[in-house]
């Protein structure tokens, strides 16, 4: 029985320190465990924190690299500003006939006031404006004792002028398009000189400035205004970048063509056929839809007309062309078909027809009666008579209005073609008569002028309507020759 007891004690001691080496055992497995979820979870936080950090460098690279495109792109049109302004310099610097020497670059007449003097020679510089203000060419000229500006300056510079008991009397400088109202005046460091140009050289000083630019002569034409001189320029200015104007405008107006070229047979410096043999040849000449439309055989034929172009096949379409009935605009496209035969010489096989259809029109206080009136004129005047107070209802401050359906609006091309329609009929539209508020008609026009753009926008400011400026420059064009009294129904022939 004691053994047993010794036997069970023995028994109960062993299984007391296995229970604990298992313990131990246990309690060190969780420590590891422990340890490790320890370890894990500083790695889990060491890539959590990493991942953020890569996270928001990407952000910043992203924003970086946003920031460095839009860098690049300012770079880019700061480049291109600078190569057009570099363009426009070298443009402006005329070339000279004698000695390349004389030719002044951007850095030469920046370093003017640096000239280290050698000599007793006078370094001057000679600037030379158009009619629209544009400037023509810089020039820089070294007078010695025995030199005169005026020598000096018609042998580098590209001058018309004739001989007058009181000296050389200037008519043009490099181009500058001559009008027999407008003189060309010189002015030294931007005050009107004292002398003529053959007296001039008493004046000059080392660095002087002489600039040449026309005026108008408003003591010989005492009916013009600022108004008139403002119409002037304008329609200058458009002549001199007709191309540039039309690629902005996305568009080639050609019966501002006919305007140009009434021009031009009244007398007026300016070549339409030069104007528009380009730009015709590269719209038309390839374009096989050229006949596909009334529309587009109009446009073709007085295209070829005005660029001086072949217009045997242009007129061959338009002659044997039936009238579409079922236009929208198809009393404006009579007249505009009434009006191309008046100009060109030519009739198509509906001649008979339009005359009829026009002369049954009842006119209105709208666009096309503005249109049928420039050809009605020239078919029976008579019916015509009383057209300019049809219009005056539609006279506001800001231009012509007239009610179409659902639109009353007052803009710049019903403006233009209610000028027109005057033109036409002979009426100067600036009477007291026809003003609003006074304002009349072609002050109205104006206010649609961009000066910076050199555009005429519709509406609120929409140049969208690519047909505002060349509708409004014809405008202008009729009423100039109408001022000189001359014939201004831009389409009679």
Not at 305 to 320: H, K, N
Not at 384 to 399: A, I, M, R, V, W
Request: proline residues 1%.
């Amino acid at each position: 029985m004691k053994k047993k007891r010794i036997l069970l004690g023995v028994l109960a001691l062993g299984a007391v320190f296995s229970l604990a080496s298992c313990d131990n055992k246990d309690s060190e497995k969780v420590k590891s465990l422990e340890e490790q979820v320890s370890k894990l979870t500083e790695e889990k936080n060491s890539l959590t924190t990493e991942n953020t950090t890569l996270k928001n460098d990407k952000t910043t690279l992203t924003e970086e690299n946003t920031t460095l495109k839009s860098d690049k792109t300012a770079l880019t049109n700061e480049k291109t500003q600078l190569e057009s302004e570099v363009g426009r310099l070298s443009s402006i610097v005329y070339p000279n006939k004698d000695n390349t020497n004389c030719k002044i670059s951007l850095e030469e007449l920046n370093a003017i006031s640096d000239i280290s003097k050698i000599s007793n020679d006078k370094d001057v510089i000679v600037k030379t404006y158009d009619i629209d203000d544009e400037l023509l060419s810089i020039y820089k000229i070294s007078l010695g004792e025995n030199d005169t500006i005026f020598d000096k300056f018609v042998s580098l510079a590209d001058v018309e002028y004739t001989s007058s008991d009181y000296g050389p009397y200037i008519q043009s400088i490099d181009g500058m398009i001559k009008d027999n109202k407008y003189y060309v005046s010189f002015f030294v460091n931007d005050d009107y000189a004292n002398h003529g140009i053959n007296e001039l050289d008493q004046d000059l000083k080392d660095g002087d400035v002489i600039t040449f630019k026309p005026d108008f002569n408003f003591w010989n034409n005492s009916t013009y205004d600022e108004i008139d001189v403002k119409v002037d320029k304008i329609i200058y200015n458009y002549y001199k970048h007709a191309k540039e104007y039309a690629n902005k405008i996305g568009y080639v107006d050609y019966n501002l063509a006919f305007a140009y070229k009434k021009l031009e047979g009244a007398g007026y410096e300016v070549d339409t056929t030069t104007l528009y043999s380009n730009t015709v040849k590269s719209l038309f000449t390839t374009n096989p839809q050229k006949y596909s439309s009334d529309g587009n055989v109009f446009k073709t034929t007085l295209a070829y007309y005005c660029a001086g172009l072949d217009t045997t096949e242009a007129t061959s379409q338009y002659v044997s062309r039936s009238v579409d009935l079922t236009s929208q605009w198809v009393d404006t496209t009579l007249a505009y078909y009434y009006n191309v035969g008046q100009v060109i010489g030519e009739i198509s096989n509906d001649d008979i027809f339009i005359q009829d259809k026009l002369e049954n029109y009842t006119l209105a206080m709208d666009e096309t009666s503005c249109m049928v009136v420039t050809a009605l004129n020239q078919i029976d005047s008579t019916k015509c008579q009383s057209f300019d107070h049809t219009l005056k209802p539609g006279f506001t401050e800001n231009g012509f209005a007239y009610t179409y359906g659902e639109w009353n609006t007052c803009n710049c091309s019903s403006t233009a073609q209610a000028i027109l329609a005057f033109g036409a009929l002979g009426i100067n539209i600036r009477n007291d008569e026809y003003k609003v508020n006074n304002t009349d008609m072609i002050q109205a026009l104006l206010s649609y002028y961009d000066e910076e753009t050199g555009l005429f926008y519709d509406y609120d400011g929409d140049m969208g309507l690519n047909y505002a400026t060349p509708q409004a420059v014809s405008a202008l064009i009729s009423y100039k020759l109408l001022k000189a009294g001359k014939s201004s129904n831009i389409y009679a022939a």
